[in-house]
């Protein structure tokens, strides 16, 4: 019953901002683990961005100051502010979670605990 969706991708020039966005479905009474990880052609997927149950959150160095991680009221959304685009941030960008039903402390960004991911959404930032 898990389903997560993004959405926002698309083309920007270098310099410019986007936002993207995790529609969750089946996480009702939950507080998982959530965040965004990117993949580049040739190159393995990375942790850009995340949260647990606490409220700890963790950047990849590489988008600290410049991206931002979020959900809303509901907290049936994770929203990431992407500001500053460089052409390295270029790549599918895929939302993930934790499993439902219980806690989950957040410890890195290895996509190890995040069993239930989304389509992705592309980036593409040009110079």
């Known amino acids: 019953q898990v389903q997560l969706v993004e959405s926002g991708g698309g083309s920007v020039q270098a310099g410019g901002s986007l936002r993207l966005s995790c529609a969750a479905r089946g996480y009702t009474n939950s507080r998982p683990c959530m965040g965004w990880f990117r993949q580049a052609p040739g190159k393995e997927r990375e942790g850009v961005a995340a949260?647990?149950?606490?409220?700890?959150?963790i950047y990849a160095d590489s988008v600290k100051g410049r991206f931002t991680i979020s959900q809303d009221n509901a907290k049936n959304t994770l929203h990431l502010e992407m500001r500053s685009l460089k052409p390295e941030d270029t790549g599918m960008y895929y939302c993930?979670?934790?499993?439902?039903?219980?806690?989950?402390?957040?410890?890195?960004?290895?996509?190890?605990?995040?069993?239930?991911w989304g389509q992705g959404t592309q980036v593409t930032v040009s110079d």
């Open positions: 949260f647990d149950s606490t409220g700890n959150t």
């Open positions: 993930a979670a934790s499993s439902p039903g219980g806690r989950c402390y957040l410890h890195s960004l290895s996509p190890a605990g995040f069993p239930y």
